[in-house]
């Protein structure tokens, strides 16, 4: 039972173009969400967060919008830049400090 | 700090034989978490410590697998007897108990395979 779900295992974009990753939950008692990134041979770094009161986060380039309605979340990256590629894991908060992760989408930033 | 610290890096083990995975946390952190992660369903928490105490393993997939904390700076995760479906890679992280979420700082990850 996948509570967070990531449909898109792949996403190919162009330098200096918005990516746009997206992330969906099932679970409504989820109350914080957050994406981490992570390069071949590491492990996750922590990207960026969002309350479940809030509906936008912004960071530099990076923002996360939250839908709870929709129970969708999404990440936008602009402008993208080569070093982006990678892969982008969306989670949420169960509990103090259990996360759930999605099963991640594989971002590539084309020059 | 050295960040959180997992050995091996790489292990290839044959169907039957007992594997063990470790991991120092970065010291103050009073959180562990084991996580699998493979391509089907991402990152699955296993089971997760506070205080070295075990809080939550539902995650664990079957009794084969164990884990233990047997002082704030070093845990195990421990696989008998291992089979290929347990092919996968594995990250230890730590965390402190004041903010949530963004504090889990993930080890680089030991990458399994179950001949």
């Known amino acids: 039972d996948q509570q967070v779900k990531q449909n898109s295992p792949s996403l190919s974009v162009q330098e200096g173009r918005i990516s746009i990753l997206n992330c969906d939950y099932t679970?409504?008692?989820?109350?914080?969400f957050l994406w981490y990134k992570k390069y071949p041979a590491e492990g996750p770094t922590f990207l960026i967060s969002?309350?479940?009161?809030?509906d936008k986060n912004e960071d530099g380039r990076f923002t996360v919008f939250l839908n709870k309605s929709a129970k969708h979340l999404s990440l936008h990256i602009v402008p993208s830049q080569p070093g982006d590629s990678a892969v982008y894991f969306c989670?949420?908060?169960?509990?103090?400090?259990?996360?759930?992760f999605g099963q991640g989408t594989r971002l590539t930033i084309n020059p | 700090d050295a960040g959180v610290i997992q050995s091996p890096r790489h292990e290839v083990t044959e169907m039957g034989q007992e594997v063990t995975l470790r991991c120092k946390p970065i010291?103050?952190?009073?959180?562990l978490f084991w996580y699998r992660q493979t391509m089907m369903r991402g990152l699955e928490l296993l089971i997760y410590?506070?205080?070295?105490?075990?809080?939550?393993d539902s995650g664990m997939p079957e009794d084969r697998f164990s884990a233990k904390m047997p002082n704030a700076s070093f845990s195990t995760l421990k696989i008998q007897p291992s089979e290929p479906r347990d092919s996968a890679v594995y990250f230890c992280?730590?965390?402190?108990?004041?903010?949530?979420?963004?504090?889990?700082?993930f080890g680089p990850g030991t990458r399994l395979l179950v001949l």
């Open positions: 679970n409504s008692m989820f109350d914080y």
């Open positions: 010291s103050g952190h009073d959180y």
């Open positions: 969002i309350s479940s009161i809030k």
């Open positions: 989670a949420a908060i169960q509990g103090a400090q259990k996360l759930v």
């Open positions: 410590f506070n205080n070295n105490v075990p809080i939550d």
């Open positions: 992280a730590s965390s402190h108990a004041t903010r949530i979420g963004e504090t889990q700082y």
